[in-house]
């Protein structure tokens, strides 16, 4: 007994599985790169130490960031690794950098934080963005074949 999918549309998904596909070494480098910086970065500001600033910023911006950007970290690594990944780890990162947005505002209006420490979110948002890359399809869109099918 032959499975209900035809030929046509076990070719139509691969074909449209592969132009998704994108293996290209230097984003996936480059990702990886800046993801472990993320990493090294969000690790002190999770227990509220900051190398770079001293205390110029407070500690409970600095524990927030630091859950943030663990998760951007994570994400971008996961990603790196494995690009099939972008499709679930684009709006969890996407979700984050609406979230830093939101309280970067916040944090400026009251300053909480030095701004030169709020420029540090930017590395969120390309990690955002070169996760983005791995997602969107490279070139023409595969054509479903139409017509009438038989089923056996």
């Known amino acids: 007994m032959s499975s209900p999918i035809g030929s046509d549309d076990a070719e139509f998904v691969l074909a449209e599985l592969n132009r ?3 293996r290209d ?3 996936r480098t480059t ?3 800046l ?3 993320q990493l090294i970065l969000a690790i002190p500001w999770l227990f509220g130490s900051s190398p770079l600033f001293g205390s110029a910023t407070a500690d409970l911006h600095l524990t927030r960031d630091g859950a943030l950007g663990i998760v951007f970290g994570v994400s ?3 990603v ?3 690009t099939s990944l972008g499709w679930f780890a684009l709006p969890l990162v996407f979700l984050l950098m609406l979230v830093q947005t939101v ?5 400026y209006r009251s300053e909480k934080v ?3 420490f709020e420029l540090l979110h930017l590395l969120g948002a390309v990690i955002g963005v070169l996760i983005a890359y791995f997602v969107r399809p490279r070139g023409e869109r595969v054509v479903r074949p139409r017509g009438l099918r038989s089923v056996k």
Do not use: C, E, I
């Not at 309280?103 to 944090?107: I, N, V």
């Open 80 to 82: 790196a690794y494995r």
């Open 76 to 78: 971008g690594l996961a």
């Open 25 to 27: 070494v230097f984003p």
């Open 31 to 33: 990702l990886a790169a």
């Open 35 to 37: 993801a472990s910086a």
């Open 20 to 22: 998704r596909r994108r």
């Open 114 to 116: 030095a701004s030169a």
């Open 103 to 107: 309280f970067a505002f916040m944090d």
